[in-house]
């Protein structure tokens, strides 16, 4: 099948392929890290896991995930009763003790980090979490834990191995007393099998004013593959390259799909369904926000007018959506 013929929808992939649900294990942050999978949230199996109190009240899930989990439990890697240092900002909250110098030394002051009180937690390791709920790995494994992301990921290794993509928080300067640093943490998944991908999300500081390094990274949100060849099975592979195109690297996908041998005509599902999905939904955009404000300032006399007209039909997207919109 050529990847140009026919498109699926990105809601079938999973029936289309024959494959189980796409399994996503969510540590800490109170499950927020999953939202950026809804558009493929009826093929997910979600597990967040948080042990923070104010999200003890039952709630239903109303992202429309196929199904969802939450496990009120801290993950260490120690099992047992831990020391949790609840902070200003519940988000903050950590099993390591905040490291007051470093937040004044690198954001300014320490604002939202001071500790409140503290709280007794149950910890599990990775791995007894995991074979207690009977997962053996997943597709794709989210970590925010403030500073014990790679403490968590040593307790199970053998979880690690069976899962396809890392998200995970990472830091430059010790914002947790005693915590591991990016480096480590590329360090110890490059000898799991694991390569780096991309930094998403994070924090930089402009040092030129300061005396420092202009962009100093201070966190960041860093996606690591699991890329052994020879080692990905067909299922892992295809689930893997969903969620690579749901997180926006099509060609990363593709190629994942290529080197682990998945034939072209499932390659070709998987990348019409995603670039169907996207067409559908700028098409939407178009109608319902951009083509009304075309239409609205070619009917206003305003300076500059034709010259923004003229602008905007040098644009090839807008001027498409200029050519092909029935007025």
């Given at each position: 099948m050529h990847p140009n013929h026919s498109a699926f929808p990105v809601q079938e992939l999973c029936r289309?392929?024959?494959?189980?649900?796409l399994r996503i294990v969510d540590i800490g942050a109170g499950g927020e890290n999953a939202l950026d999978l809804m558009s493929i949230a009826p093929l997910c199996e979600v597990h967040e896991v948080e042990p923070?109190?104010?999200?003890?009240?039952?709630?239903?899930?109303?992202?429309?995930?196929?199904k969802y989990f939450r496990h009120k439990t801290a993950l260490s890697d120690t099992c047992g009763p831990q020391n949790l240092f609840v902070t200003k900002i519940p988000e903050a909250s950590s099993l390591l003790r905040p490291h007051l110098l470093n937040l004044k030394r690198w954001r300014g002051d320490d604002a939202g980090f001071e500790i409140v009180s503290e709280a007794t937690v149950h910890c599990e390791t990775l791995g007894?979490?995991?074979?207690?709920?009977?997962l053996n790995g997943c597709d794709l494994l989210k970590l925010d834990t403030q500073g014990s992301e790679l403490n968590i990921l040593l307790s199970g290794i053998e979880f690690v191995c069976n899962t396809s993509i890392i998200s995970i928080e990472v830091e430059f300067v010790r914002l947790y007393e005693g915590q591991y640093l990016f480096d480590d943490i590329v360090r110890e998944l490059s000898n799991l099998g694991f390569r780096f991908v991309n930094f998403t999300h994070g924090q930089s500081l402009d040092g030129l004013d300061r005396g420092v390094a202009p962009q100093k990274r201070i966190w960041a949100d860093a996606l690591f593959l699991r890329d052994s060849p020879g080692k990905i099975s067909r299922d892992a592979a295809l689930s893997a390259a969903i969620v690579l195109f749901q997180l926006g690297?099509?060609?990363?996908?593709?190629?994942?799909?290529?080197?682990?041998?998945?034939?072209?005509?499932?390659?070709?599902?998987?990348?019409?369904?995603?670039r169907s999905s996207r067409a559908a939904n700028a098409a939407f955009l178009a109608r319902v926000f951009?083509?009304?404000?075309?239409?609205?300032?070619?009917?206003i006399k305003f300076p500059g007018r034709d010259i923004a007209i003229k602008a905007a039909k040098?644009?090839?997207?807008?001027?498409?959506?200029?050519?092909?919109?029935?007025?």
């Open positions: 289309l392929l024959n494959l189980a649900p923070r109190e104010q999200l003890d009240a039952e709630k239903k899930d109303i992202r429309g995930f196929g007894a979490f995991s074979t207690r709920i009977n690297y099509d060609d990363e996908a593709i190629w994942y799909m290529k080197d682990h041998e998945i034939s072209e005509g499932e390659i070709a599902i998987v990348a019409n369904a995603f951009i083509f009304p404000t075309i239409k609205a300032l070619r009917n040098s644009v090839p997207w807008l001027n498409s959506i200029i050519r092909n919109l029935s007025y």
